[in-house]
């Protein structure tokens, strides 16, 4: 079953914009990844946020966590043609048999 | 380091036969991991291993798959017999988390599988 659910399922912008994704889970977390898979790729793991943390970046890349809301949101800044690919959230539960469960990812198509 | 490798990249089988996936994580990594992506269920979880133990088989679909890890540089996936709907990417991962702390996982680059 799905724990993470992205929003949107798609989106389209031009090269220059910022993106945002939006990521809700439904149990208490240990902490939450954003990843990335470019078109018939493996995923790529891009930032790690901490149930303790409130806001990370990376680069061009800002994420937010809300653990009262049970959200995530991934913000890519001055998008680039090469952002073209799909983004999942995953979420390492709490439990002695910890685990990640990926999202059902935003694909972002960057046009130029 | 060449990453995790996953072999082979696409196989086509027909309905019944056996097929036997392969990884190879990275060296040092003590937590693999499959998974099965699909269009309309997404990434799943299938199993996972910790320090060549399997931790937690609840993904696996059905006794048709079962998944071994002889040593810390190799893990097999096998299906048998298989069937059309076990048609997905096969991905493996590897990591090097803390105890039960999964941590960043790497990725291979997937196991087309179509079964006709």
């Known amino acids: 079953s799905q724990q993470g659910e992205e929003d949107p399922q798609a989106l389209s912008i031009q090269e220059g914009e910022n993106a945002t994704m939006n990521c809700s889970y439904k149990?208490?977390?240990?902490?939450l990844q954003w990843y990335r898979q470019n078109s018939g790729r493996g995923l790529v793991h891009l930032i790690l946020i901490r149930s303790n943390e409130r806001e990370k970046h990376s680069g061009r890349l800002r994420v937010t966590l809300d653990t009262s809301k049970k959200s995530s949101s991934l913000l890519i800044t001055a998008s680039r043609a090469a952002d073209t690919a799909s983004y999942f959230c995953?979420?390492?539960?709490?439990?002695?048999?910890?685990?990640?469960?990926f999202g059902t990812g935003t694909r972002l198509q960057v046009t130029l | 380091d060449a990453g995790v490798i996953q072999s082979p990249r696409h196989e086509v089988t027909e309905m019944g036969q056996e097929v036997t996936l392969r990884c190879k994580p990275i060296?040092?990594?003590?937590?693999l991991f499959w998974y099965r992506q699909t269009m309309m269920r997404g990434l799943e979880l299938l199993i996972y291993?910790?320090?060549?133990?399997?931790?937690?088989d609840s993904g696996m679909p059905e006794d048709r798959f079962s998944a071994k890890m002889p040593n810390a540089s190799f893990s097999t996936l096998k299906i048998q017999p298989s069937e059309p709907r076990d048609s997905a990417v096969y991905f493996c991962?590897?990591?090097?988390?803390?105890?039960?702390?999964?941590?960043?996982?790497?990725f291979g680059e997937g196991s087309r599988l179509t079964v006709l």
């Open positions: 991962a590897s990591t090097s988390g803390t105890g039960w702390r999964t941590g960043e996982l790497f």
């Open positions: 060296s040092g990594h003590n937590s």
């Open positions: 995953a979420t390492e539960t709490t439990g002695t048999a910890s685990k990640l469960t």
């Open positions: 291993f910790n320090n060549n133990v399997p931790i937690d």
């Open positions: 149990t208490s977390i240990n902490n």
